[in-house]
């Protein structure tokens, strides 16, 4: 026998031919590999497997044996070399040369279970057959793992694939890797051999990891190790497998200054705050973190587990300037969006959030900051506009010198009346020759620009004033979205501006001007001799605001709707005792029967309203529903020999008024129409034709003819005599060649007789004026050189070189116009209200050549200037939503018609008494937001590395001010949570 510690080896040698003598045969002793160093071990089933031992007749064995006693040694009992042959039947054994007895078989197999057969006689030829069988194999040990997937709100995920496995679960070779599908319950079974199992699950738009379950606040920050199950033999273990279905994230990026879209590419590293590991050195391992390098707005990050996320910015392109919103967390299966706000990159700076648990009243929380020479301060989630030192004095436009304001006040001896030589940090007073302080006084600020041409919410007006003063002092809010070529006081709405201005009439010397975008009239008491000339009179705006003359307001119904208000108004008429004025927005007519003297003075007449509080289209009754006393949108009028017309452009009508068959009273019914068969009708029922319109504009008469301006139809209809009848047909026509044509330029380009949509018409003596407003040109027709007939030629040309033109001019001059809406000429005088321009002409004389150029301009500084208050810089100075007339308290919220204007300038009242001076001002903060203010959050660029700096938390509701140092060094962010504040 032998064994490890007493081996015996054997090696085998075969041969087909032996030597003579057989001595000298030659033996090739070899072991299993067929070299002679390996060996056949004695104590084991060795097979014999190399050819070269097959088919050979002799064979002899040799035996080693050693031993690692020296007092003992192996030893060998038996020897056994079975072989095979074809003359040896599988499964049989021959035993030959046998006595005639009883014997007993025995048959074994190492793979069998052995088989004895006993008493088996033996007499001559004995064949006895001896079954053996393969052993009942024995019953593995084995347990249950049930795996249970479900999501996180702990409902069953359906099919989703379960693996448990021991080993590497990517290895293809590994055989204990057993995968199964879930049921409609959540549950994998597996039935396995004792011992320790990972699991996993898997299922189409899901985490492949564990999660938590949703809504767990102890379990948020870090990652559960997924289900590591042991079982025992006849154990059932059931493991609970939370996955989730996965979301997506849309990075938007926004600049911080002008809360414009990011047009550059940022690097940025997205990270999950499942945090897996932790290292050595205290660093973390999140549980999901991605780069991402020259990222463009929008970015979309797809296959992300729900959690909470945070962004790292790399590179030195941008500074993390805000986050809406301040924290990133997908839910399940969502598709959530965020706006990283970026700052130019500056190397140190300082994002501060408040955390806010317990839902304070953060909105307006004051956040100053600290360190070395530097103090500034924010508020959380708003753009702020501060002033705080007005020592530089005034007259600046912009807000170029924070310490600078605009002064636009009532003067002391020709001096403004607010001190320019006031302490830093107020602003006050400035006391007269007599030692009184004016009563009241004035300030204007300078233009502040936010930057923001998007949305924008201004929130609050907040002031600080010395305390114990027995005077007052209030502030108003001015806006507007546009201040390019800024004039005098900014550009703003003044006595000399205008914007959009519609009509233009003169009488007796004075000049009367419909300005219909600043709804208002302005009477001028002389005929202007210089350009941009004052004017005397303003009717549609309230008297004074902030204490003046109110030529700086433009609100439509300024003050309500009353008999002094005005809502766009078109046309203006004057015979030179009572005015009238179309006040179109409001649907009626406006005479007052004297002209006024003094601004804001209220009409004494209303024609198409009951009274003077309503504006109704139609009196109310809508568009379609007309009647005798009823008006939609009237846009011009003209009075001759006490009759009234008015053209009735939304009814498609003119309606004559004749004061000789009943008087003049309010809510009058009309006498005559034209244009409609009927007082009720309302559309253009009558065609083209002679007795149609369609959108008259206006209407004039020189005494004996009545003259339309049937806009819509691009011409002008001339009746003679004047209608004494309704539903009259015209004598001729201009601008078509005949009565059924309506196109503009009759279809092709202008020419001497051809029209596009002129807008207004005066007929004086022999002469004819029509502004032809599409064809940016003037056309005077004089019956002195022929006589007045269907499609007559123009004789002279005003605004174009020549009839066949009518290029719409980009910049003004003296001898150009854009879009003319409105002409007049008093017989001597022309003038032109040259609208897309925000200006009106006056020629000094009727041009009798074409392309004259005009003496003198209203509205605009000079000939070459287009700066509309309108369209430029347009300053309504407000008080609060609920007091728009009035001024703010400093609780009251900015009043809502600001918001969504990039410009804004404020107006400060200070009221005195007699020698007594209100405490000064000492700063004024206006607050806003726009879609880049991240609610609980400031950041402070700028600031000096390796510094700490004092960070103060004020202005919340209930609490006193809390006070951190923090250290900032780089790109850094802060959390300070107001929980922590002081009731």
């Known amino acids: 026998m032998g064994n490890d510690f007493y081996p015996v080896n054997f090696q085998i040698a075969t041969t087909d031919v032996l030597a003579d003598p057989p001595e000298n045969t030659l033996w090739n002793f070899i072991g299993p590999n067929g070299t002679d160093q390996t060996y056949y071990t004695s104590y084991e089933s060795s097979l014999i497997p190399f050819i070269e031992y097959q088919s050979k007749r002799y064979l002899r064995y040799k035996v080693f044996l050693s031993t690692a006693d020296t007092t003992k040694t192996p030893t060998v009992d038996d020897v056994s070399i079975i072989y095979s042959s074809s003359c040896i039947g599988p499964g049989q054994a021959f035993f030959g040369n046998m006595t005639a007895e009883n014997y007993d078989i025995e048959v074994t197999h190492p793979e069998y279970v052995a088989n004895t057969v006993s008493n088996i006689q033996i007499s001559g030829q004995t064949i006895q057959d001896i079954k053996i069988v393969k052993p009942e194999p024995e019953a593995p040990l084995a347990g249950d793992i049930i795996v249970n997937v479900v999501n996180s709100s702990n409902s069953p995920i359906n099919d989703a694939t379960v693996t448990v496995f021991q080993g590497d679960l990517n290895d293809p070779d590994n055989p204990n890797v057993v995968s199964k599908q879930t049921g409609t319950n959540g549950d994998a079974q597996f039935h396995l051999a004792p011992g320790t199992y990972d699991a996993r699950a898997t299922s189409d738009q899901y985490s492949t990891d564990r999660t938590y379950t949703l809504g767990d606040p102890a379990l948020q920050g870090g990652t559960p190790i997924n289900p590591s199950p042991t079982i025992a033999d006849n154990e059932t273990v059931v493991v609970n497998l939370m996955i989730d279905s996965l979301g997506s994230l849309t990075l938007n990026q926004k600049t911080y200054a002008s809360c414009a879209e990011n047009t550059g590419t940022l690097n940025f590293t997205l990270r999950s705050k499942k945090i897996i590991a932790t290292l050595a050195d205290g660093g973390t391992v999140p549980k999901f973190e991605q780069t991402l390098a020259n990222a463009t707005s929008p970015t979309v990050i797809s296959n992300l587990e729900w959690g909470e996320y945070e962004v790292a910015l790399a590179g030195t392109s941008y500074s993390l300037a805000g986050i809406m919103p301040n924290s990133i967390f997908l839910s399940p299966s969502e598709t959530a969006d965020a706006t990283l706000i970026l700052d130019t990159y500056s190397s140190n700076n300082l994002l501060l959030t408040l955390s806010n648990p317990e839902n304070r009243d953060t909105d307006i929380a004051k956040i100053t900051v600290s360190g070395g020479a530097l103090t500034t301060q924010k508020y959380a989630g708003h753009g702020a506009i ?68 998007g949305p924008i919410e201004y929130t609050n007006l907040l002031w600080s004033q010395q305390s114990g003063s027995p005077g007052g002092t209030f502030f108003s809010i001015a806006t507007t979205s546009n201040v390019n070529n800024e004039i005098t006081i900014g ?106 003297t003094t601004s804001n003075k209220s009409a004494d007449i209303v024609l198409g309203q009951q009274n003077f509080t309503s504006n ?194 980009s910049t003004p001059s003296a001898f150009v116009l854009k879009q003319p809406n409105g002409v007049f000429s008093d017989g001597t005088n022309l003038f032109i209200l040259d609208k897309g321009f925000n200006r009106a002409l006056v020629f000094n004389q009727i041009p009798l050549s074409n392309q004259a150029s005009a003496n003198i301009v209203i509205g605009q500084p000079d000939m070459s200037r287009d700066e509309s208050n ?76 390796n510094t700490v700096y004092t960070v103060n938390v004020s202005n919340i509701p209930g609490v006193t001010a809390l006070q951190k140092d923090i250290n900032v060094s780089g790109q850094t962010s802060a959390t300070i949570n107001i929980s922590s504040l002081t009731e």
């Open 870 to 945: 309108s369209a430029n810089a347009m300053w309504y100075y407000h008080g609060p939503q609920n007091n728009p007339g009035g001024f703010y308290s400093t609780v009251d919220p900015i009043n809502p018609l600001h918001d969504n204007q990039r410009y804004l300038r404020y107006g400060v009242q200070f009221s005195a008494q007699s020698t007594v001076v209100p405490y000064p001002i000492e700063d004024i903060t206006i607050l806003y937001k726009t879609q880049c203010s991240t609610p609980n959050q400031a950041y402070f660029g700028n600031l000096s590395n």
């Open 491 to 596: 550009g703003s709405i003044s006595s000399a501006s205008l914007a959009a201005p519609s009509r233009v009439t003169e009488k007796n010397g004075k000049l009367f001007i419909a300005d219909t975008s600043n709804n208002r009239v302005l009477i001028f008491n002389s005929i202007p001799t210089r350009d941009s000339k004052d004017a005397d009179v303003v009717l549609g705006q309230p008297d004074y605001i902030l204490g003046k003359p109110n030529f700086i307001s433009g609100i439509e119904n300024n003050g309500g709707l009353s008999a002094s208000s005005l809502f766009k108004p078109n046309g203006v008429f004057s015979d030179g005792t009572k005015l009238y004025i179309a006040d179109t927005g409001n649907n009626r007519v406006l005479i007052y029967n004297s002209i006024p």
């Open 386 to 453: 501060f002033q705080t030192d007005w020592s530089g004095g005034g007259w600046q436009q912009t807000v170029g010198d924070p310490k600078m304001y605009f002064v636009r006040s009532l003067d002391i001896f020709g001096q403004p009346n607010i001190k320019k030589d006031t302490p830093s940090g107020q602003i006050s007073l400035k006391q007269s020759i007599n030692g009184n302080y004016p009563v009241p006084g004035y300030l204007y600020s300078s233009t502040f620009d936010t930057g923001i041409n």
């Open 616 to 809: 109704g289209i139609n009196g109310g009754a809508g568009a379609g529903s007309s009647s005798a006393n009823s008006l939609n949108q009237p846009d011009n009028i003209f009075v001759s020999d006490a009759r009234l017309f008015i053209a009735d452009t939304g009814n498609h009508r003119v309606l004559i008024h004749d004061f000789n068959l009943a008087p003049l009273i309010s809510n009058r019914n009309a006498d005559i129409v034209i244009g409609q068969p009927n007082f009720n009708s309302t559309s253009n029922t009558a065609g083209i034709g002679r007795k149609g319109l369609n959108s008259p504009t206006s209407v004039a008469s020189e005494g004996t003819k009545l003259f339309v301006a049937d806009n819509g139809n691009h011409r002008v209809l001339v009746y003679d005599p004047i209608p004494i009848q309704s539903h009259p047909q015209a004598e001729f026509v201009l601008g078509q060649v005949d009565f059924n044509g309506n196109q503009a330029n009759q279809g092709s380009v202008p020419t001497v007789s051809r029209l596009s949509y002129p807008r207004d018409i005066h007929a004086i003596g022999s002469k004819l004026f029509i502004a032809d407003t599409d064809n940016n040109r003037v056309l005077i027709h004089n019956f002195d050189i022929s006589s007045l007939a269907t499609n007559r030629n123009a004789d002279v040309v005003i605004g174009q070189p020549d009839f066949i033109s009518n290029l719409e001019p």
